[in-house]
């Protein structure tokens, strides 16, 4: 990175933000402090290291899928408030 100015009154136009000229100095400076750390992380010898998405190893906990029996149709329909054909009965919900 030879240059790492970034027109910050471009990217406020950008996401539609207005900024003070106090704002744009301050997150011209901050923004540039940033850029300088990135520069001084790719001084960093990482040969040999392979990419990663995380820092560690990711996996998922998650129950196993075993099936169980579900509610009896005469044990669910006896607290609804409306039924028919042994099915629980909803008011319409289509709006046009």
Avoid: C
């Amino acid at each position: 990175m030879a240059d790492p100015h970034i027109d910050v009154r471009y990217v406020a136009n950008l996401a539609r933000i207005n900024l003070s000229d106090e704002e744009v100095t301050l997150y011209s400076t901050q923004l540039e402090d940033v850029m300088g750390y990135i520069e001084k992380l790719s001084e960093v010898d990482v040969e040999g290291i392979e990419p990663t998405a995380h820092a560690y190893e990711l996996t998922n906990r998650v129950r196993r899928d075993i099936p169980v029996p579900g509610i009896p149709a005469e044990g669910f329909l006896q607290n609804t408030p409306d039924q028919a054909n042994n099915q629980l009965r909803v008011p319409k919900v289509v709006d046009a």
